[in-house]
C-alpha cells in the first residue's frame, strides 16, 4: 500500500480522469474508454479526443495506468495498482459526500421533495 | 470554368485559435475546405459542397509512433486530419445544422494546452537572449541598428503572445469557479 499522502496527491480527481481509470479496470485503447465512459456515466461525460488523449499522457506519466500492448496503431492500457488506491480513495469520497448530502437534505428539508 | 482552388492570406496570431476555427467554419459553410496547411498566415482552400463543419487546432507534445496513436484516436472520435502547421495540429468534423463537437471536453485540459503552447514559446527565450544585438553592433552601425530593430519587434510579439496566452488561461481558471 502507497502512504496516503502519495494516493492524496493525486486528489480530487477531475470527473474525465475518474472515468478513464474507471474504464482502465479492463484493458482498452482509447476509443474503447471514450465509449465506455459515455456509457457508465449514462451520456454525462462525453471525452473529447484532446482530452482523453492529454489525460492519458498525464496518467502514464504519474503512474496511475501503463501502457500493456499495441494493436495496430493504437495503444492499450491499464490501470496500475497505485491507480486502483487512488481510484478507490475517489470514490470513498464520493460516498462521504453522497452520504452527508442524504443526512443534511433528510434532516432539514422536505425529504420526499429528495429526487436522488 | 468554376474555380476549384482558392488561396487567401490571413494572419492569427498565437493565442487566436480559435478565431482561426471560427473562420475555417464559415469558409467550409461557403463550400472551401482547408488543404494542408503549411505556411503560417497562406490557406490553400478546395471547393466542396458547402456544409456545416467543425474545425479545431490542437498543440500536443507528440512524435513518431506517440503521434501516430494520437493521430488514430481523432480518427477514432471521428475527426478528420487536415494537416500541422508550426505545431498545431488541424482537424474537422461535419456535424449536423446547428450542431457542435469539441475535442477538449473540459476547461482542464483546454488550459494544458495553452500551457504547451507557453512552454514551446518558453524554449524561443534564451535563443533570443544569445542573439542578442549586442554581439552584432560591431560589423556596421546600419547593420546593428535595423537588427536591433527587427530583434524588439520580434521580442515585443513573443512577449505581447506570452501575455496574451496568459489571459485566456486566466479566462478559462474563471470558467471553472
Same mark, same amino acid.
Given at each position: 500500500?502507497?502512504?496516503? #499522502? ?67 496503431? #493504437? ?17 470513498? #469520497? ?7 448530502? #442524504? ?14 | ?7 487567401? @492570406? ?34 490553400? @482552400? ?132
Amino acid at each position: 500500500m502507497e502512504e496516503p #499522502r502519495t494516493i492524496a496527491r493525486h486528489l480530487p480527481l477531475t470527473e474525465a480522469t475518474f472515468y478513464i481509470l474507471l474504464a482502465l479496470l479492463e484493458e482498452q485503447h482509447g476509443y474503447a474508454i471514450m465509449q465506455d465512459a459515455e456509457t457508465m456515466s449514462e451520456g454525462t461525460v462525453k471525452l473529447g479526443p484532446g482530452t482523453l488523449y492529454g489525460a492519458l499522457t498525464t496518467l502514464e506519466g504519474s503512474k496511475l495506468i501503463r501502457k500493456v500492448g499495441q494493436e495496430q496503431r #493504437r495503444k492499450i492500457y491499464a490501470i496500475t495498482d497505485l491507480g486502483k488506491q487512488v481510484l478507490q480513495a475517489q470514490m470513498k #469520497r464520493y460516498g462521504i459526500m453522497l452520504g452527508s448530502a #442524504r443526512r443534511k437534505w433528510t434532516t432539514t428539508a422536505d425529504a420526499d421533495q429528495l429526487e436522488v | 470554368m468554376e474555380t476549384t482552388r482558392i488561396r487567401k @492570406f490571413k494572419w492569427f496570431w498565437a493565442w487566436q485559435d480559435e478565431r482561426e476555427e471560427v473562420w475555417l467554419q464559415e469558409m467550409a459553410a461557403q463550400g472551401y475546405y482547408l488543404e494542408d496547411p503549411r505556411f503560417p498566415g497562406v490557406y490553400d @482552400f478546395v471547393r466542396g459542397e458547402p456544409s456545416e463543419t467543425i474545425y479545431r487546432l490542437d498543440f500536443p507534445y507528440t512524435s513518431g509512433q506517440d503521434f501516430e496513436s494520437y493521430l488514430q484516436l481523432f480518427a477514432d472520435a471521428g475527426w478528420d486530419y487536415v494537416g500541422s502547421m508550426g505545431g498545431w495540429q488541424y482537424f474537422r468534423k461535419k456535424v449536423q445544422a446547428g450542431e457542435t463537437a469539441e475535442i477538449f471536453t473540459d476547461v482542464e485540459s483546454k488550459i494544458k494546452k495553452y500551457h504547451r503552447l507557453m512552454a514551446y514559446l518558453t524554449i524561443f527565450l534564451p535563443i533570443w537572449i544569445a542573439l542578442s544585438p549586442d554581439h552584432i553592433d560591431r560589423f556596421a552601425p546600419w547593420f546593428g541598428i535595423t537588427v536591433t530593430i527587427l530583434y524588439t519587434a520580434l521580442m515585443l510579439m513573443l512577449v505581447t503572445a506570452m501575455l496574451m496566452l496568459f489571459r485566456r488561461i486566466q479566462e478559462l481558471k474563471a470558467k471553472m469557479k
